[in-house]
């Protein structure tokens, strides 16, 4: 996990990185996470329900994310899910919701 908190919190990109007690403070929630709950989201993959979502959708994603790409995350949500707005954060890493965190609250409660 500690080798992971740089790549995940975009430690390398412009306006990155966060303080160790971030980095702390995330690791101990990951590692009380309940494995049972973890093990359910991977199973019940939201994907086949996607298409039917009929609400209007906010996705966003960093195009630095190492966790998950966006190629295969938000792009390909933004593909499936009908009347979405896709927002792509340059240099956003997995961890924009501490990176980004100024700009995520600004385009989630104006938008």
């Known amino acids: 996990m500690a080798d992971n908190e740089p790549p995940y919190f975009g430690a390398t990109l412009p306006n990155c990185g966060v303080s160790s007690k971030i980095g702390?403070?995330?690791r101990w929630d990951t590692l009380h996470t309940s494995l049972i709950a973890v093990l359910d989201c991977y199973k019940r993959s939201w994907r086949p329900i996607s298409g039917k979502i009929d609400v209007p959708a906010l996705i966003i994603h960093g195009d630095s994310d190492k966790s998950m790409p966006i190629?295969?995350?938000g792009e390909k949500s933004a593909q499936l899910v009908p009347?979405?707005?896709?927002?792509?954060?340059?240099n956003g890493p997995h961890g924009l919701y501490m990176t980004h965190a100024d700009r995520l609250k600004r385009i989630c409660w104006h938008s």
């Open 24 to 26: 702390e403070w995330t």
């Open 71 to 73: 190629e295969i995350s």
């Open 83 to 90: 009347n979405n707005q896709f927002v792509v954060y340059e």
